[in-house]
């Protein structure tokens, strides 16, 4: 029942979420030129963005819901991950070039999570810390 009803938000949002990241991808590779592949907006359980070793990215539909700024942010974070595949220093200089304030913008994304896993709401995710890879 509460999966049924997950998946008919999700049939219902994902249109709206597919056309959110493609202008926001668009928007922020015009900086930094970066070969975009494939962009998948999946219902995800646990994460709000990956990129596969194949180049092709994937997004959680419900990036719609959360702040602007914040779902800017998972975008950024994606997008480098297509020249920068760890965590290292030179992977977050190169979403400060995007996003100065990413360090502001991950702790409200956490902040985010916390609420709604204590919620139940909308975003029900899981793994704190784990969400964003
Ligand atoms: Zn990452």
Not at 10 to 38: D, F, G, I, M, S
Not at 73 to 84: A, D, N, R, S, T
Request: proline letters at 3%; charged letters at 20%; aromatic letters at 12%.
């Amino acid at each position: 029942m509460l999966r049924q009803r997950n998946h008919k938000h999700y049939t219902r949002h994902k249109e709206a979420a597919r056309a959110l990241v493609h202008a926001r991808l668009t928007h922020y590779n015009t900086h930094y030129q970066l070969p975009l592949k494939k962009v998948f907006i999946k219902n995800t359980k646990s994460r709000w963005g990956s990129c596969s070793s194949r180049g092709n990215l994937n997004f959680s539909y419900k990036l719609l819901f959360l702040p602007p700024a914040v779902a800017d942010y998972v975008i950024v974070h994606e997008l480098c991950h297509l020249v920068e595949f760890n965590h290292g220093h030179a992977f977050w200089a190169r979403v400060a070039e995007a996003c100065p304030n990413y360090k502001e913008l991950r702790q409200s994304l956490r902040t985010i999570e916390r609420a709604s896993f204590a919620r139940k709401s909308v975003f029900g995710m899981v793994g704190f810390g784990t969400v964003l890879k």
